[in-house]
């Protein structure tokens, strides 16, 4: 990889961080970017997830004091996202990918489109609330479920998440990224330490991202925090379809 490159992936790797600790979907820079290389799309995949772990890290320590008075849930979610990370990554390495790629751009949709009506969805997300508790089985299956996509491939994760949280736990939607960014991160590192035993990996690729998506991580935790709940209800949604229309397209 020449030093020209390095930088480019690098940049890609600073915008997916900051993506990522803000809202989700990261994903869609820097893997272009990694196939743009010529590196085969499996070894691109592997590579990109490896290197955004790290950010995933990065953001969810920026976003550390959002987390006070929420750690015990984030912990047990956080196991159960790890499980699902770990999943998904096995599927990964053993099964096609065209039944994901057909689902994603309408999973992504429909996430958006809950994300878009929480304020109106209260009836729906209190009945949720009362089956789910506080980390109950409703809001553990879909962070398994959310979990076990994010390790196969993981574009608008962070999405699907907070339209998942807030219908689940009523707490404030800033407090709720900083739970999306603790298990976003669980999904992302267990799929990586699957893929650094198991699968073809680009290092030099995988380390760029690495370096980028650190110093994207704190940028975005840094700038999502000072968004109010409107403005990132909208920035999660203007994501969410950009991410689906750029998967259909």
């Not at 995949?45 to 959002?66: D, E, F, K, M, W």
């Not at 009506?117 to 609330?129: D, I, V």
Request: aromatic residues 4%; proline residues 5%; hydrophobic residues 55%.
């Amino acid at each position: 990889m020449t030093p020209g490159v390095f930088v480019a992936v690098l940049g890609a790797g600073v915008a997916a961080g900051a993506i990522n600790t803000v809202v989700g979907s990261g994903t869609l820079i820097t893997f272009p970017v990694l196939l743009a290389l010529g590196i085969p799309p499996l070894t691109a995949n592997v590579s990109n997830t490896i290197g955004l772990a790290p950010g995933g890290i990065s953001g969810a320590v920026g976003y550390r004091h959002q987390l006070v008075g929420q750690r015990g849930r984030a912990a047990t979610l956080a196991v159960v996202a790890l499980v699902g990370g770990l999943l998904g990554a096995v599927l990964l390495l053993t099964l096609p990918s065209s039944v994901f790629k057909r689902a994603l751009p309408g999973l992504i949709l429909a996430a958006c489109v809950l994300v878009l009506l929480q304020p109106l969805s209260r009836r729906l997300a209190s009945r949720w609330r009362a089956a789910s508790g506080k980390g109950g089985w409703g809001l553990r299956g879909g962070t398994l479920a959310v979990a076990v996509y994010g390790g196969y491939f993981g574009a608008a994760q962070g999405v699907i998440l907070m339209s998942i949280l807030p219908m689940a736990l009523h707490d404030g939607l800033q407090r709720l990224n900083a739970l999306k960014n603790v298990l976003a991160m669980a999904a992302n590192l267990a799929a990586a330490i699957v893929f650094v035993a198991a699968a073809p990996v680009s290092w030099p690729a995988a380390a760029a991202v690495a370096a980028g998506s650190i110093v994207g991580g704190q940028v975005g935790a840094r700038v999502g925090m000072r968004l109010s709940p409107g403005v990132l209800r909208g920035v999660i949604v203007a994501v969410g379809v950009a991410a689906a229309l750029r998967l259909l397209v």
